[in-house]
Structure formats: structure tokens, C-alpha cells
């Protein structure tokens, strides 16, 4: 079968040509041949120059996501050549052989130069997301370069792409295992402490990697605090605290199944049941009508903009909930606020903080700005990937 082309418009080939990864389907031209949902098409500039190749979805804004800059098609070896760079990035950082933590992100998408295609580890198990149908097709790579890589530590390979894939243009898939079969309930660690990762049932890839630096702060501030930690998921920051010594902490979500497994793993973790609590509510509302004088107020909201159009409103979140927030703290305390929307950029983020606190009158002073941490890497080509923000301020 041959590869189907791509023409960009004039001037539409400046972005690839700095290896901007996204072709938006307005800034196409024309295409020769027919090409299916999750093919390898060749990119080609106005006039003819090959740009390289992406796989193409029909049906989305990016219609075309760059998976390589070269003029010759992609093949095996081009792929898992690109897993082993990403293992030999982590391997470089540590993190392969940490005695204290064994959950990483392996593959990060546009990060790791393989857009649409996340791969977390978790104690040699690895959970597969893929945001396009071409990466989906790549299935049988991924699992011989994994299996290629981890040898007689891989565990599982499980495939959690029925969701992302239907979002993403429809496509219909099950779960499953494509390697091992052993189910969800296992028993991962992140700097020492240990959590249950369901991501067979779980949201996203069952667990939020990406807080794991952020987590270690916190901890570093718990001792003998009262602590609200919400939007808590699995209770992340919760055990940190909880290890480090708090004095009380408040985990807070709407899904009792995410409680459920807290309290999993508050017992697992063998901390004294009677300085923790699970709250089943709403945070925006619990907030405003909260009774105790928390020292720390952590929030760490799903992504409240999905999409550019949806900026406006979400900032009109992030405002309201952080104002709640400034309002409710003890004099001096400490609130952990974070933006996981890629559509609302740092500067954004803080300026909806900064405005939040002025809505209130408090003082209040950042004292960190916090990101994503490395195994989340962004493509200097690709700023879009900064998407997790944070910040620690202080409210006197
Ligand atoms: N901090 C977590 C990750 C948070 S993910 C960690 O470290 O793992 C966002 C969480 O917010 C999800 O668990 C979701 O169930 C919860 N959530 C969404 N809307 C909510 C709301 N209005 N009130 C409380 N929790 C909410």
C-alpha cells in the first residue's frame, strides 16, 4: 500500500520545520490518496519538500501528529530504538534502579518525541495509554521493545487505550493485557511509601506519577499540621503528610472510589487511622463551609480547560476555588494549588492566584513554583507539554 501525502499551505511548514509536532487540519492543503484513521502519512511543504511522517486521525483538530522529521518512513527499529532512549533517559536520572520508588513515566508523548503515546511503570508493570489510532496500531512494538528492555523484571504490559481512543476519533477497543495478566491491586512504592495502583479501574493510568516531587514537599511541611488535602485521588500528598507526621489529615474527593482506596492505603502504609479521615463531598462547597482551621490546603483539580475555548471558564475556577481557599486558612498557612490544564499556562496560573488573593484581601506571598517533574519531560519544540503548574503560597 502506498503512503498517502500531506500538503501543507504556504508558510504552514515554518512550525514542522522547528519540529513542532501538531498539524491542526486547517493548515492543510491537499492530500494525495485516501489515507485510514491511524495511518502513517508523508508530510510535505507547499511546494513538495518532504517534511517527514505522522500518523494521521481524521476526525481531530490535529489532524496530523509529526512522529518523525527525516525523509525515510519510520520501521521497527525507528520505534524501538525511540522506547529505548526514553528507558535510557530515566535509567540516566536514576530511576530505574531507586531502592525508595519504583513508579516512573517511561514514555511521556510529545516529551519523549512519541505524541500520543504515554507508558507509565509501576514496579514492572506497565500500564499503555495511546491518544491516536496510529500509535494503537504500534501495539506489537511497544510490547517487544518492552519486553526487549525490562526482560525477566516485566511483569504486565496493560493496554487502558479504550477510553483515550474513543475520545479521540471514535475508535472502539477493549482493555487488556497484552503481556502477563496479572490484575490490578498491586503494591507499588514512591520515595518509601507504599500505595495500591488499580489501573484497571482507576483514573487515567490508576495513579498520578506526576506529583511525586511535589508530594516530598509537602511532606517536608506536615509535621504536627491540620491538613486538607483535596481533590486527593488515591491520597497521594495524604500519605506524605501522614508519614511526616501531621496532625490530622482530611482527604477529600467526589469519588468514593478513590476514598475507598485511600483508606487502602492509609492502612498499608500502617499510619494511625485515628489522625486521618476521608471526606466524600464536593471541594468547592466543602471549603467555603469548612469548620476546621486547616494549617495546609491542598488543590490539585482535574484539568478544569480541555481546550483552548475553554480557558475563560476555567480560570473563573481556578479563581473561585483558590479564593475559598485564601479565605478558609489559618493566618501563615500554606496553600499547595495546582493547574494540570494545558490551555492555562504558568503566567496564567499565577495571575488567577494573585487575583484570587486580592478577591479576598489576605497577603499572601509564593514561596515555590512547582512543575512537572523530569520523567515528564517537555520538548523544548513543544512548550504546549508544560501542562502541571503549581505553587506554594503563604496567607497571612
Ligand atoms: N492529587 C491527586 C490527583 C488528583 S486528580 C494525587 O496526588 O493523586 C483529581 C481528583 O479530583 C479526582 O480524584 C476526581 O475524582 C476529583 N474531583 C473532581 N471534581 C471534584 C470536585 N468537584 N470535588 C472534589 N473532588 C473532585
Redesign the pocket.
Given at each position: 500500500m502506498s503512503t498517502a501525502t500531506v500538503y501543507l499551505k504556504p508558510k504552514k511548514d515554518e512550525s514542522i520545520r522547528r519540529f513542532h509536532p501538531w498539524v491542526f487540519s486547517g493548515a492543510i492543503k491537499q492530500i494525495d490518496g485516501q489515507p485510514a484513521n491511524g495511518d502513517t502519512v508523508r508530510v510535505c511543504a507547499n511546494k513538495g519538500a518532504v517534511l517527514g511522517y505522522g500518523h494521521y486521525s481524521p476526525n481531530a483538530t490535529i489532524a496530523v501528529r509529526m512522529v518523525s522529521f527525516d525523509e525515510e518512513i519510520p520501521d521497527e527499529n525507528f520505534w524501538i530504538e525511540k522506547i529505548r532512549k526514553a528507558y535510557q533517559m530515566r535509567e540516566a536520572l536514576g530511576m530505574t534502579s531507586d531502592t525508595k520508588s519504583n513508579t516512573y513515566r517511561l514514555v511521556h508523548a510529545e516529551g519523549d518525541r512519541l505524541p500520543g503515546l504515554i507508558i507509565d511503570h509501576f514496579d514492572g508493570h506497565l500500564v499503555i495509554q495511546t491518544h491516536s489510532l496510529g500509535m494503537h496500531l504500534l501495539r506489537d512494538h511497544w510490547v517487544s521493545a518492552l519486553k526487549d528492555i525490562y526482560g525477566s523484571n516485566l511483569k504486565s504490559i496493560y493496554d487502558k487505550s479504550s477510553s483515550t481512543l474513543k475520545k479521540n476519533g471514535g475508535y472502539e477497543m477493549e482493555n487488556e493485557y497484552l503481556f502477563g495478566d496479572e490484575k490490578s491491586g498491586n503494591i507499588s512504592l514512591e520515595n518509601g511509601h507504599q500505595f495500591l495502583i488499580d489501573w484497571e479501574g482507576g483514573?487515567k493510568t490508576g495513579?498520578?506519577i506526576d506529583?511525586r516531587e511535589n508530594?516530598e514537599l509537602l511532606g517536608k511541611v506536615s509535621k504536627g499540621k491540620k491538613i486538607l488535602?483535596?481533590?486527593?485521588?488515591?491520597?497521594?500528598?495524604s500519605i506524605y503528610a501522614l508519614g511526616n507526621g501531621a496532625e490530622l489529615v482530611h482527604s477529600?474527593?467526589?469519588?468514593q472510589k478513590?476514598l475507598d482506596l485511600v483508606e487502602e492505603n492509609v492502612k498499608l502504609n500502617g499510619f494511625d487511622s485515628s489522625k486521618h479521615a476521608c471526606i466524600h463531598?464536593?471541594?468547592?462547597q466543602f471549603i467555603k463551609d469548612a469548620e476546621t482551621d486547616y494549617d495546609i490546603i491542598?488543590l490539585?483539580?482535574?484539568a478544569f480547560a480541555k481546550h483552548m475555548n475553554a480557558r475563560h471558564k476555567a480560570v473563573q475556577g481556578y479563581k473561585r476555588i483558590n479564593a475559598r481557599a485564601i479565605e478558609k486558612i489559618k493566618p501563615g498557612g500554606l496553600i499547595f494549588t495546582f493547574s494540570c490544564s494545558q490551555a492555562v499556562d504558568k503566567q496564567l496560573f499565577t495571575h488567577t492566584i494573585i487575583a484570587a488573593a486580592i478577591s479576598v484581601g489576605r497577603e499572601v506571598k509564593i514561596l515555590h513554583q512547582l512543575h512537572q517533574p523530569a520523567d515528564h519531560p517537555i520538548s523544548a519544540f513543544h512548550p504546549e507539554g508544560e501542562y502541571l503548574k503549581g505553587l506554594v503560597i503563604q496567607v497571612n
Open positions: 483514573q495513579f498520578f506529583q508530594r488535602n483535596s481533590f486527593c485521588y488515591t491520597g497521594g500528598f477529600l474527593d467526589s469519588s478513590a463531598a464536593d471541594a468547592v491542598i490539585d483539580p482535574p
